[in-house]
């Protein structure tokens, strides 16, 4: 079985700044693309980043140049740093990953997801 379980979110104020982590664990052969989505309360759930296996990413363009995905493969886990954050960002976020298994088959998982509230 596999679980992806997300930390680090919380309540700040406008213009500060969080890091999220999501780790992996279970019968992983290996993970190749992992990625943030988030959804606010009566919205859908939209893409955040993603970032695959060899470290190439990409962002929604209402996060690029104050968000950075990045991820440790030793360690199984992704990570979201968020800055400047604005109220608008408020929602739940939830990490989502691309497991490989030893018999070459892929599956994705999700997260239960961790609370971001941004006050203004």
């Known amino acids: 079985q596999v679980q992806l379980v997300e930390s680090g979110g919380g309540l700040v104020q406008a213009g500060g700044s969080l890091r999220l982590s999501c780790v992996a664990s279970g019968n992983i052969f290996s993970l190749n693309d992992m990625a943030w989505y988030r959804q606010a309360p009566g919205k859908q759930r939209d893409l955040v980043a993603r970032?695959?296996?060899?470290?190439?990413?990409n962002y929604a363009d209402s996060v690029k140049g104050r968000f950075t995905i990045s991820r440790d493969n030793a360690k199984n886990t992704v990570y979201l740093q968020m800055n400047s954050l604005k109220p608008e960002d408020t929602a739940r976020y939830c990490c989502?990953?691309?497991?490989?298994?030893?018999?070459?088959?892929?599956?994705?998982?999700w997260g239960d997801g961790t609370q971001v509230t941004v006050s203004s």
């Open positions: 970032i695959t296996s060899g470290g190439i990413t």
């Open positions: 989502r990953g691309w497991v490989l298994f030893r018999d070459r088959t892929e599956y994705d998982y």
